[in-house]
């Protein structure tokens, strides 16, 4: 069954919303353990579950509903794992900053590129950030590399900060041969 363009009510976004509601207790079960294997394994299905969303919405069609709420989703979970990271000591706040930063700067610029009837699709480079920030963080969960490896999770999470730093400038540049095009065409 294919979704039109406008559906809200699809099993992608319901996936999607679900990814969303459980994130407070994967904040709750980083609290208070440094290396905690039911975190880790929570933060995996949360993570894992990004996968099946984006399945089904390519199986049975995108929304712009989808569209919104994946990148959000995404969002929530990264930033809200790093932020509880940075609480409890592990993740310094200076490289989480930054990348929540950019991902707020983006979301404004979506929103308003939406209302003008722009589409801002994920780059390639943009989706392999995400993933290394879901990896920094999986690593800073794991009780194995917690303490013992902790070069695995600062390595993964700078490099996450290189690169939402490249994407965030794509995205800028994107944005302004945008508006240049338009006021090209206005004239």
Same mark, same amino acid.
């Given at each position: 069954?294919?979704?039109?363009?406008?559906?809200i009510a699809?099993?992608?976004?319901? !996936?999607?919303? *679900?990814?969303?509601? &459980?994130? =407070?207790?994967?904040?709750?079960?980083? /609290?208070?353990?440094?290396? +905690?294997?039911?975190?880790?394994?929570?933060?995996?299905?949360?993570?894992?579950?990004?996968g099946v969303?984006?399945?089904?919405?390519?199986?049975?069609?995108?929304?712009?509903?989808?569209?919104?709420?994946?990148?959000?989703?995404?969002?929530?979970?990264?930033?809200?794992?790093?932020?509880?990271? !940075?609480?409890? *000591?592990?993740?310094? &706040?200076? =490289?989480?900053?930054?990348?929540?930063? /950019?991902?707020?700067?983006? +979301?404004?610029?979506?929103?308003?590129?939406?209302?003008?009837?722009?589409?801002?699709?994920?780059?390639?480079?943009?989706?392999?950030?995400?993933?290394?920030?879901?990896?920094?963080?999986?690593?800073?969960?794991?009780?194995?590399?917690?303490?013992?490896?902790?070069?695995?999770?600062?390595?993964?999470?700078?490099?996450?900060?290189?690169?939402?730093?490249?994407?965030?400038?794509?995205?800028?540049?994107?944005?302004?041969?945008?508006?240049?095009?338009?006021?090209?065409?206005?004239?």
């Open positions: 069954m294919a979704y039109d363009s406008s559906a699809t099993w992608a976004n319901a !996936v999607t919303v *679900g990814r969303v509601l &459980i994130s =407070p207790f994967l904040f709750v079960l980083i /609290r208070g353990n440094h290396g +905690s294997w039911p975190a880790f394994v929570l933060w995996f299905l949360l993570c894992a579950s990004d969303d984006g399945y089904l919405a390519r199986r049975h069609g995108t929304t712009r509903s989808g569209a919104f709420l994946d990148p959000l989703a995404d969002k929530v979970l990264v930033l809200g794992a790093m932020f509880t990271l !940075v609480n409890e *000591g592990v993740f310094w &706040i200076v =490289p989480v900053v930054v990348i929540a930063a /950019r991902e707020v700067a983006i +979301s404004i610029y979506r929103v308003f590129a939406g209302a003008n009837g722009v589409t801002v699709p994920a780059k390639k480079l943009a989706k392999i950030k995400t993933v290394t920030q879901q990896f920094a963080v999986a690593f800073a969960l794991a009780p194995v590399t917690t303490r013992r490896a902790q070069w695995t999770w600062q390595t993964l999470l700078w490099a996450a900060v290189i690169l939402t730093l490249i994407t965030g400038t794509q995205y800028f540049l994107a944005s302004h041969k945008i508006a240049a095009s338009q006021a090209e065409h206005a004239v």
